[in-house]
């Protein structure tokens, strides 16, 4: 007997409009709600990546949040040679065969303790929110070897921090991440892809199948055709 799969309903559309800072402070502020009501119990639940729990993954996303800080800290000179899209081409993806990064990670996390983690997260993605929302859009800025318009950086740290929010939840029973920042996941996956995904599909079930999370069924992945190989499209 085939066992159906739950597929996530689609949200609420994000408004017209929306700007990826304001994605960006829905996204961290709902990350920001989970943490901090996070308990011991909560931070050694599994989450999606493979090995990782809760508290492993918080701290993760405590690195992102310091890299957008730093990033949008650092002026630099043009010309961008990254966008929203190439970004994240030719990324690092989060395979770890020999689980090094978990190691370090799971090290990291028990140093600083739940409370101590889940405060320093609170309050860095608050900074990184106000700073966003004080950048000119079109400022460049620079980060990881690479130059970016303010705006394109922000919308990867809100594209990484909604598919961050969907790994994390899986076991804690959270809401997920809301539309605006998963609004910006589908075009992002989207414009990886070519095309525009199937519109039957929601943004939360074309984040989860377009950066690895889930397997494509069969029919998926005939709607998709030879554009399936390019499967997960970042992760």
């Known amino acids: 007997m085939t066992t159906a ?12 409009g929306t700007s990826s800072s304001a994605a960006l402070r829905i996204a961290y502020s709902d990350l920001a709600t989970i943490a901090a009501t996070l308990d011991e ?52 993806g989060d395979r770890d065969p020999e ?3 978990l190691r370090a990670q799971r090290t990291i996390a028990s140093a600083w303790g739940l409370d101590a983690l889940t405060r320093t997260f609170v ?7 106000t700073l966003a929302g004080r950048t000119a859009p079109d400022a460049l800025v620079a980060t990881q070897d690479h130059v970016l318009r303010a705006d394109d950086l922000i919308t990867t740290l809100a594209v990484e921090a909604a598919v961050r929010h969907l790994d994390l939840v899986v076991d804690l029973g959270r809401p997920g991440p809301r539309a605006e920042p998963l609004a910006l996941v589908r075009r992002t996956l989207d414009a990886l892809l070519g095309r525009p995904a199937p519109t039957e599909w929601s943004d939360e079930w074309w984040a989860l199948l377009g ?9 998926e992945r005939r709607e998709l055709g030879a ?9």
């Open 211 to 219: 950066t690895g999370r889930e397997p494509l069924s069969g029919r």
């Open 227 to 235: 554009d399936a190989a390019l499967l997960p499209l970042l992760r």
């Open 123 to 129: 309050d860095t993605s608050r900074a990184v929110v």
């Open 41 to 92: 119990p909560d931070a050694w639940r599994p989450t999606r990546r493979a090995g990782w729990v809760v508290c492993d993954l918080l701290l993760h996303l405590l690195g992102d949040a310091q890299r957008g800080l730093v990033a949008l800290a650092t002026p630099a000179a043009g010309p961008a040679d990254r966008d929203a899209t190439t970004y994240w081409r030719n990324a690092r």
């Open 5 to 16: 799969r739950l597929i996530p309903n689609r949200p609420a559309p994000a408004r017209p």
């Open 99 to 101: 689980f090094r990064e």
